[in-house]
Structure formats: C-alpha cells, structure tokens
C-alpha cells in the first residue's frame, strides 16, 4: 500500500494527485467536474489514473478529499428540510442576528432568508443561566411535546440549539436522545456538540447550517465510499476540513459543516509544504481556479486561521483557515454594470458551458477567452493540448466588449485581465496590508489552473519580487490532501481574567481539554505516527466586543499537554498581537480570556520527493515560440518552453512562456525563472 492519492474537486476541474512513497514516483490527472454528482469524475478520474499509471487499486494506503458538496448546496440552497428546536422565546434568533447590514452602503442588499421558516422552529419551556446553573428545568412533557412537533413537520433534520448550552448541555443531549430514539431517520445536530462557544446567533447559524448539509453529505459520502470500495479497498481515506486537517468519512457525515471550505483550505497545507521545500517561511498564495480566486498569508510555514467565516451569506463559526476568497477565476464573465463600467466576476461560466474558448455553448465573454487572444494561453488547448480552445469563439465572444469600449479585441482583453487582477490585489491587501504585513516581505505563490498566468500582474501592483511557482500549481490542493495530517479542535468557553490566580482555572480547563483530545487520537488518530497539541486564547481587553487569537505553547505527545504561561508572559503575548493587528496596545487595560482552544493533531506519514541536484546548466531550449501580449499596446515573441524538460538550475529570461499539464506560467520581459532542487520555479521580478 504504497500510493497517497489526492482527489480535490473544483468548480471547474477535478484534479488527481498519486505519490509512491517507495519509489517517489508522483502523477498528475485533471478531469472535467461534474457538478450533478461530485463522486462521478472522482470516480472515473481515479479509474483513468491507475489506469494510465499502472496503479494497482490494492496498492493505494491512503486517500484524502477536498469536497464543495457543503459549498455548493448552501450557495444554491440544494440542501435538506430541517427543523429548529430552540430555547422558550428565541425562535427569531436566526432571523433578528446582529442587526449589521451585509454591505455597509447598501440599504436595499439583505441577508439570505434563514435555511429554517418560522413555521418549523420549535419553541421548549427551559433555561440555562449564563454560569451554567439550570433556571427552568425540562420536563418530560415538553420534551415529548417537542418530539410530536418535530415528526409531524416530516423533516429530515433537526437542529437543537439552547441558550448557554456550551456550558451546560444537559437539556440539549436530553433533547436530542429523545429526537433520535423517536425519529431514527433524521439527522440530529446539537450545537453543543457543533459549536460549543459563547454567541448565540453564530452558534445557532452553524449549527443549522451543519443540520441542513447533514442528509445531503451523508448520502453523498456513502456513495463515494461504496464508489471507492473496489477502487481502493486498502485504502484510510480522510476528508479535509475547513481548518486544514483530515477527519474520517463518519465524522464529516456527523460535521459537515466543517467541510465548507475544504477545498481552499488544502491548498494552503500544500502550500505550507512547498515553502517547506523551498527554504520560503513566508508565502502569500493566489490560488486561481474556473470560478474564484483564494488568497492566504503564510507566516513562518503556519497559516492563519480565524475562528468566523461566512458562507453563502451565512456566518459560521469554527475553525478555518484563514482564506479570503473573491469571483476572480478562468471562467469569471465580463460585463457592464447599469453605470457603463466594465466589471469581470462574480459570475462564472462554470464547468458548463464554460468559457466561450471551450466551444462547448458558453458564448459570453470570460477571462480564459482573454488570455487565449492575448497568446497567453496556448492555442494548443488545455491539459496537453487534449483539450483544444476555440480562438475564434473567444475573439466572438469579446468583440463586443471592444466594440462598446472602441477597442481593439485585444486592448479589451488586456483591459479583462486588469480588472480581474485588481479584484486579486484587493483580496490580497485585504489579509496583509489591512493586518498589519507588509506584501514585499513575503513571496507570491500561485496556484490553480490559472494562478500563475496573472501572477506576475498580481505581484507587480503590490511591489512583490519574488514568485514561486510550485511544481505542479494546477493540482496543489489535491497534493497538500496528501500531505496533510489528522486534526481535532477542542474548545471551552468562559470568562477568565488574566491573573495568576485565576488561571488555576485555565489549567484545570486546559486538563480536561487535553483528556478530550486523548479520547479523539484513541479511536480517530490510531494510524498517525506521533501526536502533538497546540494551546492557543482567544483573548481580549474587558469591555472589548471582539477577541484577537493568541498562540501560547506547543507540546509532542498527549500525555501532560502545553502548559499555561503566567499571567505576565500571556499579557505579553496578548499585547504583541494587539499591537500587530491594530497597531497599538495599553499595557495598563486589564485583559480576558473568553475561549481557550486545544488543536490536536495526529501526524502522518509524509511524501518526500527526493531533491534533485542544481547545477547551472543551459538545459533544453524553447520547444516553440509565439506572439505574447504582455501590455496593452503590443505583442512580443515569446519563447515556449515544456516545463517537464526543464533541469534544476536552469535559468529562463523572459519574455517566454512556460506550458505544463496543469498550468501556464508566465515570465514577464526583463524578469528571469530558476528551476531550483524541487523543480519549483522561482521568479525574480524586475521592477
């Protein structure tokens, strides 16, 4: 059981990374999505793979994915009908939120109507005071009140979400033991369980959120496992999760929500990975797929991760790393706003019909059918030239955005790509600049079928000099599936000043914590090969709305955990990050707690493809050459070079082009590719 295999499923594409521990051999595939039914071009693409590398199904050990199905049905509300059991009273939790506008500006946008109508949320007479103390207890008659409530909506999931539950889950577990046991069919989802943290409305958003994707993820993770049952038969598969971490198929099943920026999320382990690899501890990544474009910051080969995300309009609250994610991808339609004015996005041409380009019916305008008529593309088509591109449908399809512009078609194309460039910059700014980083002191790495083809643009208009290009950028969500380890998060929510002798009680929190995590790596982490835990706060001034996360010790192994720093060294650390994000900080403010976090991890094997040796080598030339638009005024021959050719130590000048599988590269005139050890090429900007 020597293969890893890495199945990530995108908007566009489906891509396949395998890797053989033994021999260090590693295959790419990409094969057309089919948003109907995920598991179909998973299922055959994995068949073609084997197929084509001789892979025997008996010999995969291990095989992660990267899944949009969450996505997908609460972007198009393709999920279950679900019920709300909630506390006597907050039946219009959902509905009241923070009473925040979605766009500050904005008087008419609203928020989404709730996944729950009224009709369907149930109220119970019981409550659970803010210290965890029973106010009003649950009796038996309103539990089976609630029970004949529930069956007679004929749901097929329920969400039970009770005031202060996280510190005392008594009458949610009494709830949900009585749902289950009376209703076998249905998917029940506890928030205590989901999201055990103080916040009502988040904690009630996610939680019913995980109850609506519970039925449509289970029966979806059952078909891809009976799917893989003669395809892999020997082989752990994990799903990855928002935070960057696998869990079992089960798990995601029972979480689904936890999968709701699974996809991304391993592109940023895969990219941590690669900086391993190439000595670069700080990266930035653009990873620009057929609908989107994903950009994460990298410090010190640790992403950020943020405890609040939205989703489809949604907030959730868990765990995720921290990606900033806009309408910027291959098929991103360019139109004009009411005002006259160009914009490209969000809109996507998707898988079908895709771009014009494709000649598969899609006929308005997109960002591939720009880089196709400016030459940045190859005219050979995509994926080796298998797949053949359509210039003249493209040059159709944008003739009367240069029409309306009194452009030529290539000055509009040119102009389609600087907008889409500009909505990266924006998403890139928004998670360095705005925090406190500064772009020039970290390299660009793109990645996605269309990363590095704007990358070069991307990393010009923020003073960026270095790019690196990993070996295979198209596919690197599926390969950090590969390298990706088993990971749990534990939390415990409470008011804790920081002094001394309150933080008896956050040791004590902490014990339970690493007791939980225990239990967690004896029954889900059984195959790693050692465990470690990460210790982190939410910390905050007093009277602060809003927490800042602090990092507060590491330790190997589960048996003692991280230990607690004092109270003047977690002040310290508190005031660093204040400092870091806001660019102040009064040492005089007294500081709490208000969540204390256990991350565990269960380590797994690792590929490590064997470095080749750099030499400075001339290496083999350009196998073509072609006209590039670079800038809007006019073309420039360009060298085409095949990036499986080229040699560590080989030194590319631009201008040129650099075709692969999975990707294009550009090298802009004046700016210069090296092919380092790990055949990653890493690109010196002239600016």
């Known amino acids: 059981m020597a293969w890893f295999i890495g199945v990530d499923v995108g908007g566009t594409f489906t891509d396949l990374y395998a890797f053989d521990q033994v021999s260090g051999a590693e295959y790419a595939y990409k094969t057309p999505s089919t948003p109907d039914d995920p598991s179909r071009a998973i299922l055959s693409g994995l068949d073609a793979l084997c197929d084509e590398e001789g892979i025997a199904p008996g010999d995969i050990g291990r095989l992660g994915h990267g899944t949009t199905v969450a996505t997908n049905a609460l972007i198009q509300r393709r999920g279950a009908t679900v019920a709300l059991v909630t506390t006597d009273g907050f039946r219009d939790l959902l509905e009241i939120g923070r009473q925040t506008r979605p766009k500050m500006y904005d008087l008419k946008a ?173 990266v930035i990544t653009l990873d620009m797929g057929g609908t989107s474009a994903d950009v994460c910051l990298i410090r010190d080969y640790q992403t950020d991760i943020s405890n609040e995300q939205e989703v489809a309009g949604f907030p959730v609250r868990l765990p995720m790393v921290d990606i900033n994610t806009v309408g910027a991808g291959g098929g991103s339609i360019a139109w004009f706003d009411r005002d006259g004015l160009l914009k490209v996005g969000p809109e996507s041409a998707g898988a079908v019909p895709g771009p014009a380009c494709y000649g598969a019916g899609g006929d308005r305008p997109t960002v591939s059918d720009a880089n196709l008529l400016l030459g940045r593309l190859s005219p050979k088509g995509l994926l080796g030239g298998t797949m053949a591109l359509d210039r003249a449908a493209a040059a159709a399809a944008v003739q009367p955005v240069a029409d309306r512009l009194r452009f030529t078609v290539e000055k509009a194309a040119h ?130 709305n809003f927490e800042l996360r602090v990092s507060a010790g590491a330790a190997d192994g589960l048996e003692a955990g991280p230990a607690a720093p004092d109270a003047d060294a977690l002040r310290r650390l508190f005031f660093e990050v204040h400092d870091r994000n806001y660019g102040f900080y009064n040492p005089d403010d007294p500081v709490e707690i208000v969540n204390i976090r256990l991350t565990a991890r269960g380590v797994l094997p690792k590929p490590q493809p064997a470095a080749a040796e750099s030499r400075s080598v001339d290496g083999p030339g350009a196998v073509a050459a072609r006209p590039v638009w670079f800038a809007a005024d006019a073309a420039v021959d360009s060298q085409v070079f095949d990036r499986t050719a080229l040699q560590p130590g080989q030194t590319i000048p631009g201008p040129a082009v650099i075709d692969q599988l999975d990707a294009t590269v550009l090298v802009f005139p004046g700016d210069t590719a090296r092919v380092d050890e790990q055949r990653n090429l890493i690109m010196e900007l002239a600016l």
Request: hydrophobic share 45%.
């Open 110 to 282: 609203d928020y989404p109507p709730p996944l729950v109508p009224r009709e369907r949320r149930f109220e119970v007479v019981e409550r659970v005071g803010p210290r965890g103390e029973v106010l009003t207890a649950l009796s038996d008659a309103a539990v089976q009140s609630v029970v004949r409530a529930v069956a007679a909506a004929n749901v097929e999931g329920c969400a039970v979400c009770f005031l202060f539950a996280f510190l005392n889950p008594a009458h949610e577990r009494r709830v949900g033991d009585a749902l289950r046991a009376a209703l076998p069919d249905i998917h029940i989802s506890l928030s205590s369980d989901v999201q055990p943290e103080f916040r009502e409305y988040e904690r009630f958003s996610t939680t019913v959120q995980n109850a609506y994707l519970q039925p449509v993820v289970t029966r979806y993770m059952t078909n891809l496992r009976n799917g893989l049952t003669t395809r892999a038969p020997q082989a752990a598969i994990g799903i990855n999760q928002s935070s960057g971490g696998l869990m079992s198929v089960e798990r995601a099943g029972d979480y689904p929500i936890r999968t709701a920026l699974s996809g991304p999320a391993a592109g940023a382990v895969g990219a941590v990975h690669i900086g391993r690899l190439a000595g670069r501890p700080n």
């Open 415 to 544: 102009g389609i790509l600087g907008i889409v460039v500009a909505n990266m910059v924006r998403a890139i700014r928004a998670i360095s600049v705005e925090r406190g980083h500064d772009p020039r002191d970290f390299s660009l790495m793109p990645m996605g079928g269309a990363g590095a083809l704007h990358a070069p643009d991307v990393a010009r208009s923020l003073d960026m000099r270095e790019i690196v290009v990993p070996p295979s950028p198209g596919i690197l969500c599926a390969q950090g599936l590969v390298v990706s380890d088993l990971k749990e998060d534990f939390v415990v929510s409470g008011r804790y000043p920081v002094q001394d002798d309150v933080l008896d009680d956050v040791a004590r929190s902490i014990g339970d914590l690493v007791a939980d995590a225990r239990r967690w790596a004896e029954t889900s982490a059984r195959d790693a090969v050692r465990q470690s835990l990460e210790l982190s706060f939410d910390m905050r001034y007093v009277g602060q």
